[in-house]
């Protein structure tokens, strides 16, 4: 995120309305461009008025037959994608969501239970999660409409009879009222709660010159990570196979191709070295970059990016990952740690299909399914296209903000993905350079080489977890919710999340019909879980303390950083380790919580500022086991 600063403030205003006002301003600049060079008779005298002030050098310019042509083409090429892309886009926001299954009652009353265990403030809570609404105007029917939508996926009484979950909606709010210490006021007031799946989505016009800037940074991106040893793999053009274990039917379901637009230059240009080019990925919806594993000593790594421009914001992080004992490695240690960079498209700044059977983003089994073909097309196969990623000693998990969202999932799967009998490793038809005969060998070979892992979950093979500005803790406090999708900017960093961020086409669509909070919440117990019986796990949570969209404070107190009771306020002088690069915006404190988890703190960065420099990496680079 950019800096609090007039300028910077100035700066994004500019750059928002150029990009969601370009079409008027295209055709204002072409219409006075070619009324200047090709003044109508009845509007010469008009003309050479106004082109009297105007400089000479810009008048030539604007209305040089150059200029002229470029202003036709830019205004041709935003009516082609308004009418083509962006108006079935924009129509398909009215879609509904497809919610997940409704858990049983037992596990909604524990997740009411814990929701409202770690909720100290509940006259604050109501009051985001009503948009700021006053009290007096949150009555019962209000809270009774909100949690229809948080716990039954029911859009209130209007479309739905209710009868069935009469009695527990009631014990629900006879406990509210409890841990509010009063009675909620009878019927229903003014105020609206937020509703993220079933409410209308806000988004803003950019023009096509923006996904031109987005299309270029994703090529300097890829080029930049090839650079360091990165292999991209686009999603095959059909669907491969999927393990036999798969419980989930949504694994198996078949998905109309989607479109991606802006298109991936790196696919496109002829001219790019074909070593620079895609190799197939084994799955059909997912692509990702690849470096191969060569460490003897440290496990690999999977990381998982957050909404933006892709991997863009991240290269600085890929990049700093090169050995584990410096560029050359040892000859003990065999050199460099691998990466698997996996990209979510959907929230990166594109558009990726708009009718109604294409969902806003995979489901989490599709995605665990995806994952699992992946990590296993990967394993342990030291030649070929698909080299380097081996898993004996397990994975360690990297994770930035939405990413986080697909950890919960990850730490709760328990289906083997790769066996001895049955290896789902899926062998490429298009696009792969090896013949049939050495993809079955290849396939044969992993198959072998699994006997030592078989039956190893996702779950299981992870081995260190790091969450970096993670959104999905503490996921039941309406922050994330409000902050990302309701707030009125203000500031510099309000008004790039908002434009850039929280009223993007595809991003909007992907939280506002894609984003169920009970599936991505990460509750501390589950890291607790995740740390129990063994002493060689580790978990590091990285929260910033000017994070414009978590509210880390109460995401630290939670973890037990202060006190779960304080919203992460109490002392922060007690067990601390300070970096000893204490000051300016390198600043950080360590601790190592009770329970195992270590917090990393940056009390002067804002939402993902810690992936700028080496330096506010370090602890990340620390935990994998990196010397950059």
């Known amino acids: 995120m950019i800096d609090n600063t007039f300028p910077r403030l100035i700066f994004i205003r500019v750059c928002i309305v150029l990009l969601q006002y370009a079409p008027l301003i295209e055709t204002f600049l072409l219409l006075t461009a070619v009324t200047l060079r090709y003044p109508p008779s009845p509007l010469i005298a008009y003309t050479e008025h106004i082109a009297s002030f105007i400089p000479p050098s ?46 049983g009652r037992k596990e909604r009353e524990e997740l009411f239970d814990r929701a409202s265990d770690s909720t100290t403030d509940w006259d604050e809570y109501l009051k985001l999660w009503f948009l700021g609404a006053e009290v007096e105007e949150v009555k019962r029917e209000n809270v009774r409409e909100f949690l229809l939508w948080a716990f039954f996926d029911r859009d209130g009484e209007t479309k739905s009879n209710n009868s069935d979950i009469e009695e527990e909606l009631e014990s629900y709010l006879v406990k509210i009222e409890a841990l509010l210490g009063r009675k909620l006021p009878p019927g229903r007031g003014s105020a609206t709660s937020l509703r993220l799946t079933f409410d209308a989505i806000d988004t803003r016009y950019r023009s096509v010159v923006w996904y031109g800037v ?148 995979l489901t989490h089994e599709e995605f665990l399914r995806e994952l699992e073909a992946i990590l296993a097309f990967h394993n342990n196969n030291p030649d070929g296209e698909g080299l380097g990623f081996p898993l004996d000693k397990g994975f360690t998990l990297v994770t930035h903000s939405y990413g986080s969202t697909l950890v919960a999932p990850i730490l709760r799967s328990s289906t083997p993905f790769y066996q001895i009998n049955n290896n789902p490793v899926p062998v490429p038809e298009n696009g792969a350079k090896e013949g049939p ?86 509750w501390r117990e589950d890291l607790e879980t995740f740390l129990e019986g063994d002493e060689k796990k580790r978990v590091m949570v990285c929260l910033a303390g000017r994070d414009l969209i978590v509210d880390t404070k109460s995401v630290r107190g939670y973890l037990g950083w202060g006190g779960s009771g304080d919203q992460g306020q109490g002392r922060m002088d007690e067990d601390v380790e300070w970096e000893e690069k204490g000051k300016g915006r390198g600043q950080m404190m360590r601790k190592r919580m009770g329970n195992g988890v270590e917090i990393v703190w940056y009390p002067r960065l804002d939402h993902a500022q810690m992936f700028e420099s080496v330096e506010t990496l370090r602890p990340v680079l620390d935990v994998i086991g990196v010397e950059s």
């Open 437 to 522: 005969s050495a993809a079955a060998a290849a396939a044969a070979a992993a198959a072998a080489a699994a006997t030592a892992e078989a039956g190893k979950s996702l779950a299981s093979l992870t081995k260190t977890l790091v969450l970096t500005d993670p959104v999905s803790i503490c996921l039941h406090l309406p922050a994330v919710a409000y902050n990302f999708t309701r707030r009125a900017p203000r500031t510099a960093n309000e008004w790039q999340l908002w434009y850039f961020a929280s009223t993007d086409l595809g991003i909007a669509r992907a939280l506002g019909r894609g984003f169920f909070w009970r599936r991505n919440i990460l």
């Open 214 to 361: 987005v299309a270029l940074l994703d090529l300097v991106t890829h080029f930049m990570l090839a650079w360091h040893g990165y292999t991209h793999y686009r999603p095959s053009p059909r669907s491969w196979s999927v393990p036999a274990t798969a419980t989930s039917s949504t694994a198996a379901k078949t998905t109309t191709t989607t479109t991606l637009f802006p298109p991936r230059l790196q696919h496109s240009i002829p001219l790019i070295p074909s070593s620079l080019r895609h190799p197939t990925s084994p799955t059909k919806h997912l692509s990702y970059y690849l470096r191969p594993h060569r460490s003897r000593t440290h496990a690999p790594v999977v990381f998982i990016h957050g909404i933006g421009i892709g991997l863009w914001s991240y290269t600085t992080l890929l990049s700093s990952l090169k050995t584990s004992h410096g560029l050359g490695g040892t000859e003990d240690d065999g050199g460099q740690i691998g990466i698997l960079a996996i990209e979510l498209l959907p929230i990166s700044s594109r558009l990726t299909g708009s009718g109604p059977n294409l969902p806003a983003v």
């Open 58 to 103: 810009v008048l030539i310019f604007l209305t040089s037959t150059t200029t002229i042509l470029l202003l036709a083409a830019l205004l041709t090429a935003e009516l082609i994608y308004i009418t083509t892309l962006y108006l079935p886009h924009k129509s398909s926001l009215t879609h509904e969501a497809a919610h997940p299954p409704l858990p």
